[in-house]
């Protein structure tokens, strides 16, 4: 573990008091309702932890998309979250605070704001890990006017994530993939470096095959599902990576690759594993991607899945009880294996 932990809300007094419960509830809606409540749940076992403890009150707040304009309040009110938790939940004592960003002050880390978020309250408990990368007033200010505490599931995103920084089983098998190669390459370079392999797939590999930005060399797939256009029902076949026709994509690794990606990963000790190695979501583009998920599951080590697409991958190949932990952060993970210290943990004082 790279650095100490923050104080555990086990540790806290919680009896009879008024608690602001920071959760990372952005989750995506689809016709007013919850279309995924992943996150939702993963919240659960700090916001029972509390009720069980005796909380008088507990005032879940969470931000929900990145709402900017007048009418983006009805598409971002947090009603259909706040229904879907209430089923969980049900609970007089749990209310569902509006989404923080409908206040401009909550991505300055606005002190006003924080103080409107803190009124009334006696204990601040911040489970968000998907958010722990931004300082903002629901996730860093309000912890500077509170006594502060970590939730159970921030805290298990530290702890398994964080193995993968500390001394690592080997070998070591980084996956990654996904078009916006930008955005990984801190990780990528942060990890990879202490990776026995890096596999790379999806987009991101024809860009490191051009000009290599690591100081290790990644695996690439030798050959790729190639695309006459993209789209989903495109003329398709299996070419090697250097045989694309003209004017051709490739949409995912090929079968010969698929083969050597899975082998490196099930014989893996310690897996994680970022973005898809295609258009996954597109069922002829989606094996190369279905493999990998399977391979993970087959691994007997340490597995790791983050980030959005991977996740849902993982849920879609029906294997999510056979990875050992799968994050709920997105860039909060990958800044947190970049290295990076998180505000939203660094607001929290650590454990004694
Ligand atoms: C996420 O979904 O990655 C987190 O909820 C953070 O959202 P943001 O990128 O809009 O800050
Ligand atoms: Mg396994």
């Not at 082998?263 to 583009?285: D, K, S």
Request: hydrophobic share 40%; with cysteine.
């Amino acid at each position: 573990m790279s650095s100490p932990l923050p104080r555990s809300v086990d540790t806290a007094d919680v009896d009879g008091r008024t608690i602001l419960l920071r959760a990372d509830l952005n989750v995506p809606l689809e016709g007013g309702r919850v279309a995924d409540d992943t996150r939702i749940r993963a919240s659960l076992p700090t916001l029972r932890l509390l009720l069980d403890r005796g909380a008088r009150e507990v005032r879940v707040c969470s931000h929900l998309g990145r709402p900017k304009s007048e009418e983006d309040r009805a598409r971002y009110a947090m009603e259909p979250v706040r229904a879907r938790l209430r089923e969980l939940v049900p609970d007089e004592r749990v209310t569902v605070l509006e989404n923080t960003r409908f206040n401009p002050g909550e991505t300055k880390n606005d002190t006003d704001f924080a103080r409107r978020l803190a009124d009334g309250c006696d204990l601040y408990v911040d489970d968000a890990f998907g958010s722990a990368h931004r300082a903002h007033s629901s996730t860093v200010g309000v912890a500077e006017l509170l006594p502060a505490y970590a939730g159970l599931l921030l805290l298990d995103e530290l702890r398994n994530l964080g193995r993968l920084l500390g001394d690592i089983e080997r070998p070591f098998v980084l996956v990654s993939g996904g078009a916006k190669v930008e955005d990984k390459l801190g990780v990528l370079q942060h990890l990879g470096s202490r990776a026995d392999s890096v596999l790379i797939g999806g987009k991101m590999a024809e860009d490191v095959r051009g000009e290599n930005p690591f100081d290790f060399d990644p695996v690439l797939p030798t050959d790729v599902v190639a695309a006459s256009a993209f789209a989903e029902d495109a003329e398709s076949r299996v070419t090697p990576f250097d045989a694309l026709p003209d004017g051709w994509l490739g949409l995912d690794i090929g079968p010969e690759s698929r083969v050597v990606f899975a082998r490196a990963i099930t014989q893996a000790q310690t897996v994680f594993w970022n973005g898809p190695m295609g258009v996954f979501e597109w069922p002829r583009f989606a094996e190369g991607t279905v493999a990998v998920a399977r391979a993970l599951a087959e691994c007997a080590g340490f597995t790791v899945v983050g980030g959005g697409d991977s996740v849902r991958a993982v849920h879609e190949a029906g294997v999510a009880e056979q990875v050992s932990w799968i994050s709920t952060g997105g860039g909060a993970s990958l800044e947190l294996l970049e290295g990076k210290e998180l505000p939203g943990v660094a607001a929290i004082p650590v454990a004694a």
